[in-house]
């Protein structure tokens, strides 16, 4: 199976959200991140065809996703940043709804339906309004009509969004589980939902793919960047206004500092291995400008 | 299919608005009737007067006893009695000239029915004083049905500041109402009168704005809900679940229809009875020139009202299509609907006043569509208005459904 951006545009009018994006997917798990406004989601809604594109275009084998109509979306599931329901609707007509929608017939309708509320935990309030439902809960119903017609191609946006940590733990062996003979796309700005995970993760900033890669690579690339160092806390505020601090711990009247940067910021400073939150944050951080990298560490290209 | 059409129905009906909508309507309904049983009232023999529902149980019972053919000997008898009453000096108050009281009451009001029909067709156009009937003697009786017939030919041809009718308006006109069937019967008619000439238009007014507020959220409740990113991602979100929504739109439509219908039905003829329904509706509307009886014009209007009001939700789906919200679908929808009642008729422009005449807030006026006098031009032949609203409705209809599928399969998600 091949998924093929082919230099991806979307402007609204003075603002490009994504800017010639190109990539070639095959199966497995893929995990879209980005700050706020990175382009993610203008991805992915142009990839579920309730966008068009300003120019470029997405080809699946090969052929234009546009013109294959209601065959691409048989073969698509989505679960949307905001996942819209119908609050006067039980769980289960939601699903028998979305499958009828997706053209599930017959008996199969019903099994596949309890199947998933089975999946999902929502077996037990099945009948209940999802008015009444959770967050966490209205989520899971999301990602129950998202994979209920077996997609080839799973487009999740944020889909841990509103999740307890159980829940999410719970998300991602299900993605995992998901993840044979199809390419699930996951977006986040969550490093840990993607990390252990996605087969690839890419990485947007202002609508441009700025990298990309397994993670393992990725954090490899990263290597000698980032650093930890002790300092009193007095000193602490310091190192943030000079340096991107990917985390901050007290103790005592220390501070334990995780800084990435591509100068060692103090003598006192230790060399750790990088984690892909570590890069994210690196290239994430207002403070810090994108050019500083491509010009010294052009291995980020 | 039928699933999906089961579903959006669900997704229509199951809302709090549309059950207030439906709640209210029916209300509304309810109240205008009362208001038009307590506008009713009757003078007795004794010249008590009657109002409500005991005024129209004693005119009923009173009328019902003059039931029958109006043949030219009736109406004879009927200025013979007149004419006695009226030509009796000691009738007279002789303070004021005029009859007195208890003389009208006994004499000519179990009869104004009959009387008023008659200073109709005899009166000059526009003046309807049942004294009129002292000039009408009893031989021009025998040309009742002439008479009206020619009064018809006169309202044909009168001066319009907006444009004469054309020849072949007036041959149209004149040939129908050669038509309509001579003698009258007449019966009591007083339930049929305040349903169509009382009822009907505000009430299909409500019920057609009740529904406006029902099917707005059709394509709309997607966007404000935000399913529609799941919907036009699946399989059948583009093609199928137009059709369904539509489907759906359509048959939530009648049903509320029909339950609005049976509700201004019952809250009128149950009080009013239903006797008359087989008397011409010239009964009614003198000039009118279609040969129908009561009942038909009643069903007639209940069948066009039926096509304007889905022509209104065709309308209605399109805007909740292409509108970002229900709400703005379902102002704008009432609006328009709704304003053109408040437009006065043009005195220059006859094409703003046919055009008038086919906006809902008119064409549901069905006392006055099979009364007026307008005729829509088709090539050598000429459409009255009964025919031409059901024609440019269905015309909105189909303009307005592939608009609307386009309109919610092209919707962008932002």
New interface residues.
């Given amino acids: 199976m091949e998924l093929t951006f082919d230099r991806l545009t979307k402007q609204?009018q003075n603002k490009i959200a994504v800017d010639r994006f190109s990539y070639t997917m095959e199966n497995g798990v893929y995990g879209l991140l980005g700050a706020n406004g990175a382009g993610k989601t203008t991805l992915m809604?142009m990839l579920?065809?309730?966008?068009?594109p300003t120019s470029g275009e997405i080809l699946y084998h090969g052929a234009n996703i546009d013109g294959m109509?209601?065959d691409y979306?048989?073969i698509?599931g989505?679960?949307?940043q905001?996942?819209?329901?119908?609050?006067?609707?039980s769980a289960r007509?939601f699903i028998?709804?979305?499958a009828?929608?997706?053209?599930i017939q017959g008996k199969a309708t019903k099994r596949r339906t309890e199947e998933l509320l089975q999946m999902t935990g929502l077996s037990d309030v099945a009948n209940q309004k999802i008015r009444t439902f959770s967050g966490g809960m209205k989520q899971r119903l999301?990602i129950a009509?998202?994979i209920l017609?077996d997609p080839k191609i799973l487009v999740l946006d944020e889909p841990t969004a509103g999740l307890d940590p159980r829940e999410r733990i719970r998300f991602r062996n299900l993605i995992s589980d998901l993840s044979q003979d199809r390419i699930v796309i996951l977006s986040t700005h969550i490093v840990s939902d993607v990390e252990y995970i996605a087969d690839q993760i890419l990485m947007m900033k202002k609508g441009r793919l700025l990298l990309d890669g397994s993670p393992a690579s990725l954090t490899a690339n990263a290597a000698g960047l980032v650093w930890t160092l002790n300092v009193p806390d007095g000193e602490a505020r310091s190192y943030e206004n000079n340096y991107c601090i990917c985390n901050l711990r007290h103790i005592g009247n220390m501070a334990e500092l995780r800084i990435v940067s591509k100068e060692k910021p103090a003598p006192a400073a230790q060399n750790v291995p990088a984690n892909l939150e570590d890069l994210f944050l690196y290239h994430f951080a207002d403070e810090l400008s994108p050019k500083d990298i491509h010009s010294e560490g052009g291995e980020w290209e | 299919m039928k699933t999906l059409i089961g579903y959006e129905k669900k997704k229509l009906l199951r809302r709090k608005s549309a059950m207030i909508a439906c709640l209210l309507m029916v209300l509304c309904i309810f109240a205008a009737s009362l208001v038009v049983i307590s506008d009713q009232s009757w003078f007795q023999e004794d010249c008590t007067e009657l109002s409500g529902i005991r005024a129209i149980r004693a005119e009923r019972a009173v009328t019902q006893t003059q039931a029958g053919l109006l043949t030219p000997e009736r109406l004879k008898s009927t200025l013979r009695r007149f004419h006695m009453v009226y030509g009796e000096p000691s009738n007279y108050n002789s303070e004021t000239g005029s009859l007195q009281e208890e003389v009208y009451c006994r004499e000519i009001s179990p009869y104004r029915r009959i009387l008023t029909l008659l200073a109709r067709v005899y009166a000059p156009s526009g003046f309807y004083d049942i004294k009129v009937l002292n000039d009408v003697t009893e031989e021009m009786a025998d040309s009742f049905y002439e008479i009206r017939h020619a009064n018809v030919r006169t309202l044909l041809n009168i001066e319009l500041t907006t444009g004469n009718f054309t020849q072949a308006e007036k041959d149209t006109a004149l040939k129908l109402d050669q038509q309509v069937s001579r003698p009258f019967y007449y019966n009591y008619t007083g339930g049929w009168k305040a349903l169509l000439t009382r009822t009907f238009s505000l009430s299909f007014l409500l019920i057609t704005l009740a529904l406006c507020v029902i099917i707005s959220p059709v394509f709309g409740y997607e966007y404000q809900t935000g399913t529609d990113a799941v919907v036009l991602s699946a399989k059948r979100g583009r093609g199928e679940i137009v059709r369904a929504k539509i489907t759906a739109g359509f048959l939530a439509a009648s049903e509320v229809y029909a339950l609005g219908v049976c509700a201004m039905l019952l809250c009128v003829l149950v009080p009013f009875g239903a006797e008359g329904w087989n008397c011409e509706f010239q009964l009614l509307s003198e000039t009118s020139f279609y040969s129908l009886k009561i009942w038909q014009v009643a069903l007639l209007g209940i069948l066009i009202n039926y096509i304007v009001m889905l022509s209104v939700m065709a309308f209605t789906m399109l805007l909740s299509a292409v509108c970002k919200t229900p709400f703005a679908a379902v102002i704008a929808s009432m609006l328009c609907t709704a304003v053109p009642l408040f437009f006065p008729a043009s005195n220059t422009s006859s094409l703003l006043n046919h055009i008038l005449a086919l906006l809902p807030a008119q064409a549901m006026d069905t006392y006055t569509v099979f009364s007026a006098y307008m005729f829509f031009p088709a090539g050598k032949t000429v459409i009255t208005l009964p025919y031409m609203i059901p024609i440019a409705a269905s015309v909105l209809i189909m303009a307005a459904l592939p608009l609307a599928h386009r309109g919610f399969c092209k919707h962008q998600v932002v």
């Fill in positions: 609204f809604r579920c065809t309730i966008l068009k109509g209601a979306r048989d698509l989505y679960l949307p905001n996942f819209g329901y119908y609050p006067d609707f007509d028998l709804y979305m009828s929608l997706k053209g999301g009509q998202a017609n």
